[in-house]
């Protein structure tokens, strides 16, 4: 259960307002009559929110790098900060995207995957280093930047902050997997 009441259509400004009629045309209404997920949160937060959600629409949808890893990125953001909803999410996008499933199981319980794929290995290693250590280390930045170059790096980089600040977001608020789904964690 969310921490979070319900949105009052009624009571929102004119803004939040906009904001929430655009999530429901894009997502549509929760059986509950949330958004769902951080937009609620999102349409709270007034012109924040929509800055964030635009943000969101760009790591997501708008980069030079391949969904594959986009996915491969918020799936270890996901699995560090232990955000359900987060996980629930975006396990089948990244699968979708052509994420191994293996790889996935793994990350899922925290262990070191087994790559067959290089860019894969890079993304994980570049994304892990950042979420564990707060630093990437050489190695790791000149393999991500072999197969992402500096752009690639920068949005994955941009994905891994941004998908760990909806993780806050969702953690915080306590939003868990939808009714009759279970938990990844």
């Known amino acids: 259960m969310s921490r979070l009441n319900p949105l009052d259509h009624e009571s929102l400004d004119e803004g939040q307002r906009r904001h929430f009629d655009n999530v429901v045309g894009?997502?549509?209404l929760g059986d509950d009559g949330r958004l769902g997920g951080p937009?609620?949160?999102?349409?709270?937060?007034?012109?924040l929110g929509r800055n964030l959600a635009?943000?969101?629409?760009?790591?997501?949808?708008?980069?030079?790098?391949?969904?594959?890893?986009?996915?491969?990125?918020?799936?270890?953001a996901g699995q560090f900060w232990q955000a359900p909803f987060e996980w629930w999410a975006h396990e089948p996008m990244a699968r979708e995207a052509g994420v191994p499933d293996d790889v996935i199981a793994a990350i899922k319980i925290g262990s070191e995957p087994v790559f067959a794929d290089a860019r894969d290995e890079a993304c994980y290693r570049l994304c892990r280093a950042l979420h564990v250590d707060h630093q990437v280390d050489d190695a790791t930045y000149a393999a991500a930047v072999?197969?992402?170059?500096?752009?690639?790096?920068?949005e994955l980089i941009a994905t891994s902050g941004y998908y760990t600040m909806i993780s806050m977001l969702l953690n915080t608020h306590q939003i868990d997997v939808p009714e009759g789904e279970t938990s990844p964690f």
């Open 54 to 76: 635009r943000v969101g629409m760009s790591v997501r949808s708008k980069t030079v790098v391949d969904r594959r890893f986009v996915e491969l990125a918020i799936l270890v």
């Open 26 to 28: 894009l997502r549509g």
């Open 146 to 154: 072999a197969h992402f170059d500096e752009v690639g790096v920068v």
């Open 39 to 47: 937009f609620d949160a999102m349409v709270l937060a007034g012109g």
